[in-house]
């Protein structure tokens, strides 16, 4: 009769236990031995090796990246100065008693704070420092053979055993090619043979921390070098990419204009289609900015149509159409009919609905009634489809019904005091506001086409016919992009096969019994708790049984051979 036996359901031997097993119960894993904590005795010496061994522990690994993560929250929460020096600006006024306090945090600039990067770099020297012992030790392993059987095989966490009258070679041989079949690693040593698999498992641990590294290098590359400017462009105008082109700028510490990539666009055309009716009447349906481009300064000139979440790509370079609006043409004359002013005048949206505002500057060129230089502001208000009765906003964001209005000043602007201000606001410090004929601020509402006449023959407004559109388009070269997605999947996939892949081992031991019969071993050995070792040891056990049945035992009366050997508990282990 047949005797099969499992050991202890716990499949994680203890150090001892891996002592009494030997080489087969060793290096199922990459991972370095631990060693019992206390103080160094070497000194200094001493000191810093254990504090290296405390360094590429995985568990400091563990700390650190959560550490890293947990310190992202504020760059995420709190304004940043590298992003939007505005917010940050109000965020000081607001909060005068914890704005100085971040700021010795270095909380309003997190990810080049001194603590953010101590926390990067001791991360990626842990890595690096985890990783290289831990590729060697498996590189070894690789070029080894897996460790012969035990002595006592039924020390083992799976085990099975019976007898046939099949040879012992010819039992070790065909579990040999049984196993190899299953693409185990095996070979024949002594009375036995050795097999392993699983070895993705570590291919896998080792990738997913390589993929962090790579993870790490790449953030901190395109941290360095990265680039990013906003430049609102109206219909029929075009845009370099050189540094004085953008209306705002930021970029990484080690950045240089070089890193530009040479090119340059035009706006030909902008076109928006929004919901007519509904629920979500005037929700934009497509958003499309025809382009005119060219690479180089000789560089060929090309059309394409740029959309949302469908950027043009040029070198490392992506250009996004991020924001729309609008630009009525305005034509300003003096007092005498003279022409001192017609452009198209960019307006910011306040809503959804387009209902838009800012500024119209005439500078030079223009003289009062009594022929004194002066200058001349307006203050507009765009609705581009107004509804009366309603002239705060716009009603709806195509230009159904447009309608303009005007407030008028004249003095100085104050753009000659050397101090800057944004093209869309109207600094009303040395303004004067012209009167209508009841002393009020003189302001009207223009449709396409009409004509403002200036109290005290100042002059004229007209508000063309012809309404253009802008697009502002963000220009973003963000390098390492490309290593830090592939370093995602592959750490994904890396983890994936370290938690779902188990590495085990196999022997199977065939021994001269008594009477003439071979003794038949299988043992089976995995790296952790599973049911996966003795389940496939059993499948195994079955394979091999039918290529060495069972004899049968020398009590009984019959010539009933024994059943397929089952994997079942050991002596005085506890069936779960």
Not at 84 to 112: C, M, W
Not at 405 to 423: F, R
């Amino acid at each position: 009769m047949s005797n099969t036996k499992t050991s202890a359901p716990d499949n994680t031997p203890g150090r001892a236990e891996d002592q009494d097993l030997g080489a087969a119960g060793s290096q199922l894993s990459t991972a370095p031995a631990e060693e019992i904590a206390g103080l160094p005795s070497l000194g200094v010496i001493g000191w810093i090796r254990w504090f290296w061994r405390q360094l590429t522990s995985m568990r400091v690994a563990l700390l650190l990246l959560l550490l890293l993560s947990l310190g992202a929250i504020p760059g995420s929460l709190i304004p940043q100065t590298g992003i939007d020096e505005t917010k940050v600006a109000e965020f000081r006024e607001a909060h005068q008693t914890l704005a100085p306090i971040y700021d010795k945090l270095g909380l309003f600039n997190v990810y080049s704070s001194v603590w953010f990067s101590a926390i990067y770099i001791l991360l990626f020297v842990s890595l690096i420092g985890c990783i290289v012992p831990r590729t060697w030790q498996f590189v070894g392993q690789l070029r080894g053979r897996p460790p012969v059987a035990p002595r006592r095989l039924t020390r083992l966490p799976a085990y099975t055993t019976w007898r046939t009258e099949a040879e012992p070679e010819q039992v070790r041989e065909a579990a040999l090619a049984l196993l190899k079949k299953r693409r185990f690693r095996a070979h024949l040593t002594g009375d036995a043979v050795a097999a392993e698999k699983g070895y993705l498992r570590e291919v896998g641990n080792l990738a997913f921390h390589i993929a962090l590294i790579v993870m790490l290098i790449a953030f901190a590359w395109g941290q360095l070098y990265k680039s990013e400017g906003n430049k609102l462009i109206v219909e029929g105008d075009g845009f370099s990419n050189t540094l004085t082109q953008y209306d705002d700028f930021k970029s990484g510490s080690l950045f240089t204009q070089d890193d530009l990539d040479p090119f340059s666009f035009t706006l030909k055309n902008f076109k928006g289609t929004y919901e007519p009716s509904g629920p979500n009447r005037g929700t934009p349906r497509t958003y499309e900015a025809d382009l005119l481009y060219s690479v180089g300064a000789d560089g060929k000139e090309k059309k394409t149509t740029v959309k949302v979440n469908e950027p043009l790509e040029i070198g490392d370079s992506k250009v996004y159409l991020v924001s729309h609006g609008y630009a009525p043409v305005v034509t300003i004359r003096d007092g005498k009919g003279k022409v001192v002013y017609r452009d198209a005048v960019p307006l910011l949206p306040l809503d959804g609905n387009v209902t838009s505002t800012g500024a119209i500057k005439v500078m030079d060129g223009y003289r009062n009634a009594k022929g004194e230089r002066e200058q001349l502001g307006f203050q507009a208000f765009f609705l581009p489809t107004y509804v009366k009765g309603n002239e705060l906003a716009s009603q709806f964001p195509a230009l159904l019904s447009p309608i303009m209005n005007l407030e008028a000043y004249h003095g100085d602007l104050g753009v000659d005091s050397g101090l800057p201000q944004s093209v869309y606001q109207l600094d009303k410090k040395n303004l004067k506001g012209f009167k209508d004929a009841k002393g009020a601020q003189f302001r009207k509402n223009l449709r396409p086409g009409e004509t403002m006449k200036l109290p005290n023959g100042a002059g004229s407004v007209t508000f063309e016919k012809e309404i253009k559109e802008w697009a502002g388009f963000q220009v973003a070269r963000q390098p390492g992009s490309g290593w830090a997605l592939a370093g995602s999947v592959a750490a994904i996939f890396g983890l994936a096969a370290s938690l779902f892949i188990q590495r085990r081992r196999v022997w199977v031991r065939a021994t001269p019994g008594a009477e003439g019969v071979t003794v038949v071993e299988m043992a089976g050995l995995g790296r952790s708790e599973s049911a996966k070792v003795p389940e496939e040891l059993g499948d195994l056990a079955g394979v091999l049984y039918e290529q060495a049945p069972g004899a049968p035992d020398p009590d009984d009366s019959t010539d009933d051979t024994t059943p397929d050997p089952q994997v079942a508990p050991a002596e005085g282990a506890e069936t779960k």
